[in-house]
Structures are given as structure tokens and as C-alpha cells.
């Protein structure tokens, strides 16, 4: 009888070292969670991911609530630009400007057309960066035809001083500087071909290399 109940006794004393372990290591992830600085955006990111924010209609997450809004506004027939486009790819929400609704040629000021098209892009995006922690990227690409002048020795510094001067105008608007980045790219990521097998310059194509891209995303 004595041996029976020795045996019992020690049977169940893996229970104890296994609520232990348990409680150690809830311990430890409460203590990596308060070290952490938690953001609304990364959870949502963490749950859904970028395709569930396209999916997820009636919660959505921050980028497909910027998405949705966006698409409203700028994706109107009535209303409608054919030089601004939006795409939600991996990489978050690309909204594309073509260069040529913002800027003359060979020049990285806004002109007034192009003021009012970043203007109006500026507030939509930062009625949303009152609620959400979002990063912007504001990349801008040229086409393949070289420029060598007293102000842009070439093309990497008039992409990325068209660039500046679309974040300078995000940062007016009131936009944090700490959130919003500039970045010139020169004609290192063309949408489509620049030239024909034969060299041929393909002023369509060109056109549409010549953008400025706001990116939004975690």
C-alpha cells in the first residue's frame, strides 16, 4: 500500500515543473511586450497582413481605410486624373503622380497644377496620420534621357529634388518630418522599357517612367 502511494506521489510531479515552465514563460513575453512599443498599425499588420486589409471590409485596417478613402476621392470618372493612379501592392498603398501634372521639364518646383494635386493628397493622408502610426515614402523616378545641368548634374538629383519638394509640401501641411522620407531614384526602376530593342525612345513608355510615387505602408 505504501508503494502505491509512493508512486502516485511522485507520478504527478512533472504537473508542477510544467505550470512553472508555463508561468515562466508568460512572464517573460509580458516583460518583452512592456519593453515593446506596441503600435496599432503593426498589430493590424500581424493579424491580417497586406491582401486581409484589401479583403476586410466591414473592420478595416488602417491601409485599407486609407485605401478605400483614396479610391473615393480620386478614382471618379467625374473627377478623374488620369496621371494619378493607386495600386495596393506587398509594399503598401502606391499612389503614382505622373511628373507631368507636377512638374515643367527639367524642374523640380511645383507648379501650380501639381501644387494642387500634392495639396489636396497631403490633407487626405493626414486626416489618416491622426489615427494611425503610417510611414510615407515619396520616391521620385525619371526617364533614361540624361540631364546635365548647373542645378541637376543629373538625373539622381532632379528625382530626388522633385521628391523633397513634394515632402517639403506634406510637411507644410503639417505632416511629421519624422514619418515622411524623400528618396530619388533616377531611372533605376522604370514601369515599362524606355527604349525598343532597336534603342528607339519610346515617348509613351517615357512619360510614364517620369513619376513621383507616395508610398504608404507599416
Keep these: 500500500m505504501a508503494n502505491k502511494e509512493q508512486e502516485s506521489s511522485s507520478g504527478g510531479g512533472w504537473i508542477t515543473t510544467y505550470a512553472d ?20 498599425s503593426k498589430w493590424e499588420q500581424l493579424k491580417g497582413g497586406i491582401e486581409s ?8 485596417t488602417p491601409l ?3 485605401y478605400n478613402a483614396l ?7 467625374k473627377n ?11 509594399k503598401g498603398i502606391v499612389i503614382s503622380m505622373g511628373s507631368g501634372s507636377l512638374f515643367e521639364s527639367g524642374e523640380a518646383k511645383l507648379k501650380p497644377e501639381g501644387m494642387g494635386i500634392v ?3 497631403g490633407k487626405e493622408l493626414g486626416e489618416r496620420l491622426k489615427i494611425y502610426s503610417l510611414i510615407i515614402d515619396v520616391e521620385g ?3 533614361d534621357v540624361p540631364i546635365n545641368t548647373f542645378k541637376f548634374p543629373s538625373n539622381w ?23 515622411v522620407r524623400a528618396i530619388g531614384h533616377a531611372d533605376s526602376f522604370p514601369l515599362k522599357p524606355n527604349r525598343d530593342d532597336s534603342g528607339v525612345a519610346i515617348a509613351a513608355n517615357m512619360a510614364l517612367n517620369r513619376r513621383v510615387d507616395v508610398i504608404v505602408h507599416y
Design 21 to 40: 515552465m508555463i508561468t515562466l514563460l508568460m512572464c517573460f513575453f509580458v516583460i518583452m511586450y512592456s519593453a515593446s512599443e506596441p503600435s496599432q
Design 53 to 60: 486589409d484589401v479583403m476586410n471590409v466591414e473592420n478595416p
Design 64 to 66: 485599407a481605410d486609407l
Design 71 to 77: 479610391e473615393a476621392k480620386y478614382d471618379n470618372p
Design 80 to 90: 478623374d486624373n488620369p496621371d494619378l493612379t493607386i495600386d495596393f501592392e506587398s
Design 119 to 121: 495639396n489636396s493628397l
Design 141 to 143: 523616378h525619371t526617364d
Design 157 to 179: 538629383e532632379l528625382s530626388s529634388s522633385r521628391s523633397a519638394s513634394v515632402v517639403k509640401e506634406f510637411t507644410d501641411l503639417g505632416l511629421n518630418n519624422k514619418i
